[in-house]
């Protein structure tokens, strides 16, 4: 059995941490952290029992693997002070193309799983879709082992498809995120009710698509176009002309999109 | 032990499937079912097995308690035929007013599950919370045991604020699944991916909330509005207007809310 490839993790944040938790996990040698944050940094290198940096010209040269986990902003900057001796070079993001990172090594790829991380929420990682691509069929097969230790869920993506489906992702879980945000802000003024209120309905909807399509899911005053129901909404709404819009565009565009693919269905209560 | 209430239900759409199922379940004798739709009151009648009619000048005047699941703009039209001899009835409507209910019997409440319901998934009413109104002290005795006997968690709400949990429900249920509606275009228009790859995203958005709150949950581009990813997506979006303008209004919103109370907290990647 050949060695693991030995692993150098560029970021600490949320999905730096749950990736080096996992890879190591699985037995990948994590060589070091860096981070520009020493707190968070040593976080990290903490709970995998490795060393860390807070200098990026001190990254360790006997990696095989290095991951750059960064936000987008931050990541050209980052590397373009590092030395990776033409090692593998990952990024894990969802609208950065990978051939920025040719730049910076002759061998490189991206590792991006569609996933939501926290630092502190332990994920499973065996269901999660990992989107892979790479530079070489050499380089892809290291990354392929990489993706299908920690998921049995991998594709190859090329740049282009793992920008949609970020794309799609900020649709289902940052906007979805945020619509929580809006739901629960209206029952807090409500005063009376804890917001937990919420939870059953917010988790019956993710359910839900899981046996229907979203299309046929549909359900609520948007739909049938339910016009007293809709003033009534916008008109609660008129202290906050923000939301207010986005209940009126999300509501037109429902009715928009189901009322074309679904005339027949009776719908009597969303 | 007294008897329990005999139920007649007025509307077999997907609420009323679903709680004159566990009604039924838990011993209150179901008497008739009335729809419009023969089809529909035929299916549900049959799975609780009682009678069924398309007629609402018929009602078994031998019931204690009609519960009216019809969708809004029905619930008025429907109610002013039928005959109730002043017994106690119910609707279950978010943002019809319980008044409304005083034109048909001097007896009257509502029961509002804070859920979403579908004909063919069961539900597990006990963790839904419902909210219940009521005319007089002795009907809310009655809500209030039926409420009791199928869920845990049970409250009063008067119109006012069940029209406002209705709105947030709408946020947290109807709309979230079109943005899921959206994701799965997205997904499925780049081709080579099924969009089950969105699955585990969107469970793991519902669980998070159940941990952190959505503000501290939120996660993406627009939370440290990142220019060149916004951009991006909003270019991709150029061939359907609707979804970019909802795209941009959800952004910038989320950028004003998370930004005023979230300045510091790192994010390196969502």
Chains 1, 2 share one sequence.
């Not at 490795?50 to 902003?73: E, G």
């Not at 996933?115 to 065996?126: G, L, W």
């Not at 209940?247 to 969303?270: A, C, F, P, W």
Request: charged share 20%.
């Amino acid at each position: 059995m050949m060695a693991l490839p030995r692993l150098v993790f560029i970021g600490s944040g949320n999905l730096a941490t749950q990736l080096a938790l996992v890879l190591s996990e699985k037995g990948y040698p994590v060589l070091l952290v860096y981070s520009r944050t020493e707190e968070s940094a040593a976080a990290l290198a903490g709970k995998i029992n490795c060393p860390y940096t807070t200098d990026i010209t001190l990254l360790d040269a006997r990696a095989d693997v290095y991951i750059c986990a960064l936000k987008d902003s931050a990541l050209q900057a980052v590397l373009s002070q590092a030395s990776f001796h033409d090692k593998l070079v990952l990024h894990t993001a969802g609208s950065v193309p990978m051939d920025i990172l040719s730049e910076y090594t002759a061998n490189y790829g991206v590792f991006y799983p569609l996933q939501t991380f926290s630092k502190s929420r332990p994920v499973d990682f065996s269901n999660i879709p990992v989107f892979i691509e790479s530079n070489s069929p050499e380089n892809f097969s290291v990354v392929k082992s990489l993706a299908d230790s920690i998921s049995n869920v991998v594709y190859e993506a090329d740049s282009e498809q793992r920008k949609k489906l970020h794309l799609a992702a900020v649709f289902a879980c940052n906007f979805t995120n945020h619509l929580y945000a809006i739901a629960a802000k209206i029952v807090k003024e409500n005063g009376d009710f804890p917001v937990e209120v919420l939870l059953p309905l917010i988790d019956e909807t993710a359910k839900k698509i899981h046996a229907l399509s979203p299309l046929e899911a549909q359900t609520g005053p948007a739909v049938r176009y339910d016009k007293n129901v809709i003033d009534k909404h916008l008109e609660m709404l008129n202290s906050d002309k923000d939301v207010q819009q986005i209940y009126d565009l999300i509501s037109k565009h429902i009715y928009t999109v189901n009322g074309m693919i679904d005339g027949t269905v009776s719908k009597e209560r969303g």
